[in-house]
């Protein structure tokens, strides 16, 4: 794998050839799954920029554990899209490394929580160089792999880490819901000069969504640190991320019909957080409910309560804020107690009409 690395920093030279690429307006949309806009956004930026490559556990001859570097080792070579021995440890620390001597290493882990092996060199390497160094050292770096629960896998393999990674000072942390989010931000990605905590969420991989015409175009970077609103509403202020903007999207759809109208926030960058967003909802609703499926002690949800208190929103609350998370408990592997642990739309649609009652 060392030499793989020399002969990218010395050697490498790609035949690459650049085209003329039209303005977005010149683009229509398009129906895609999440799995295969983050396939497209990886192809295009190893083909953009020769210093990029991607590593970890069988994401190169056997195309990647859930299929997302489909037919990348077939067109950029094992140089570029290198199959690692298991060892997180090891694996992420060669790839700091190359950060660190200025490549771009897109890092796979097959779950997040194989990423505890590995957290020393994210959190104590990657994230902290920059500022040791004095500004002299940059770690352009992403980490992505999917994140919270998927479906009977149990305990070890079900976690949400979106709470433990946005707290390091030095990380961008950043979670994607559709197909213009995972294209538009990992190409954001790979491009920052910090490193990046990409959380992909597998049940999300084979929903199909379309892909704008904004973010088919492959100049475009989605901005980091922006949330998007995916519907406007004056009644209540719904903040999810990830898998969770699906089940807020479904309560207000429910809720419409009841003559509710919520807004709907999809955080996509937990760190930076877009403050000025979520107080500009609130202060226009006057409610909020906060959706995450991770735990609720020092969660999202809790940062963004804090945030409504200390930013000025506070006096616009017609009502106490509600949290919905996933049950303070490790992940059942049973099927039916697995069902009861993480938020579900009929929760988030139930919290709503708790802020609505408890209105002054």
Known sequence: MY??????RYAYQPSIK??????????????MTVREAINLAMDEELAHDPNVFL?????????????????LFQKYGGDRVIDTPIT???FTGIAVGAALYGLKPIVEFMTWNFAMQAIDH??????????????????SIVFRGIN??????AAQHSQCFASWYSNVPGLVVLSPYDCDDAKSLLKAAVRNPNPVVFLENEILYSE?????????????????????IMRQGEHVTIVAFSKMVQYSLKAAEQLFREGINCEVVNLRSLRPLDRETILSSV????RLVCVEEGWPQSGISAEITALIMEGGAFKYLDAPIQRVTGVEIPTPYAFNLEAMAFPKTEQIVDAVLNVLKGAR
């Not at 030499?3 to 990218?8: A, I, R, T, V, Y």
């Not at 969504?209 to 998007?228: H, V």
Request: no cysteine; glycine share 10%; aromatic share 8%.
């Open 3 to 8: 030499k793989h690395l020399l002969k990218l």
């Open 18 to 31: 650049f085209t003329h690429v039209h303005p977005s307006s010149q683009y229509t949309p398009i129906q």
């Open 55 to 71: 590593l970890g556990e069988e994401v190169g001859q056997y195309q990647g554990a859930y299929k997302v570097s489909k037919g």
């Open 88 to 90: 997180e440890a090891g």
């Open 122 to 139: 994210i959190i104590n390497s990657a994230a902290k160089a920059h500022y040791m160094s004095a500004g002299d050292q940059k770690a």
């Open 148 to 153: 919270g629960a998927t479906a009977y896998v």
């Open 208 to 228: 199909s969504f379309e892909l704008s015409a904004e973010a088919r175009d492959p100049n475009y970077l989605a901005p980091i640190g922006k949330a998007k």
């Open 283 to 286: 202060k226009k609703t006057g």
